[in-house]
């Protein structure tokens, strides 16, 4: 919400504006009469802030409602790309009748936080699919590179928790030793994390992500809504049934 000091300011700066170029161009009667409006507004701001303020608001409100309705539409432009990507790598009930998207980057710590959330969710609802979008906007590609290529081995599970669950810090040789410990093909994981293949499926995560206004991470999509940041558990399983219920009727 706006400094109400700054709100009258600007308020004010702008009514005396309009008054001068009205005063400009009308005549002597009318002119006493605006000033007769002005001694009266002088002697009661608070009224005059109130109004200004509750104007704001509601517009303010409207902007909001309007984002809002244009996101979801949006939303629904790209529902091919968001929920029937076949290379993007997802977690829990394949055929779950809840689908859970979430835009993340294994430098963000609040990614880190939803990773337990979206940890617990799975574990408590046997009927919800997780699909994960790689979106490194910290510029960093390397962590999102090195675990899609662990994905085309069928381990992105796996490499992706041991990421979540670090500080985000690896170097080219810590990812190759932990794509060895996970028993994957080394040579293999080093030419798929250099591929074109895997650098331009982030790309269309990356112009996916901007074609839906998402400037954070880490970001979901649930149905037809953004929902920005790490929500915590319980108010996910209330958007999570909000969704159901929508869906059932």
């Not at 997780?130 to 796996?158: C, M, N, T």
């Not at 500080?167 to 040579?187: Q, Y």
């Not at 915590?232 to 929508?246: A, C, N, S, Y």
Request: charged share 30%.
């Amino acid at each position: 919400m706006w400094n109400k000091s700054f709100i009258i300011i600007v308020f004010s700066s702008f009514f005396l504006a309009c008054v001068a170029l009205w005063r400009a161009s009308v005549g002597p009667s009318a002119e006493r009469m605006m000033e007769s409006v002005l001694f009266e507004m002088n002697k009661k701001p608070e009224v005059i802030a109130r109004i200004t303020i509750e104007g704001m608001s509601k517009l303010q409100k409207k902007q909001e409602e309007e984002d809002r309705l244009g996101q979801i539409e949006k939303v629904r432009s790209k529902k091919q790309e968001l929920l029937k990507d076949k290379k993007s790598p997802f977690a829990g009930n394949p055929e779950g009748d809840i689908v859970v998207l979430v835009f993340f980057d294994y430098h963000c710590g609040f990614c880190r936080t939803a990773h337990s959330t979206v940890e617990k969710l799975l574990a408590k609802d046997k009927n919800l699919k997780v699909i994960y979008k790689e979106y490194p906007i910290f510029g960093d590609l390397a962590l999102s590179r090195a675990a899609l290529a662990a994905h085309k081995q069928g381990k992105y599970q796996d490499f992706h928790t041991i990421l979540m669950k670090s500080d985000g810090t690896f170097s080219r040789e810590a990812l190759v030793d932990l794509a060895r410990k996970l028993k994957l093909n080394v040579k293999k994981f080093n030419a798929d994390m250099n591929s074109m293949a895997i650098e331009n499926q982030i790309k269309a995560n990356m112009t996916l992500g901007r074609s839906l206004d998402i400037t954070a991470t880490p970001t979901f999509v649930l149905g037809d809504t953004v929902i920005p940041g790490a929500l915590p558990l319980e108010d996910f399983q209330r958007e999570i049934r909000k969704e159901r219920v929508q869906k059932s009727n």
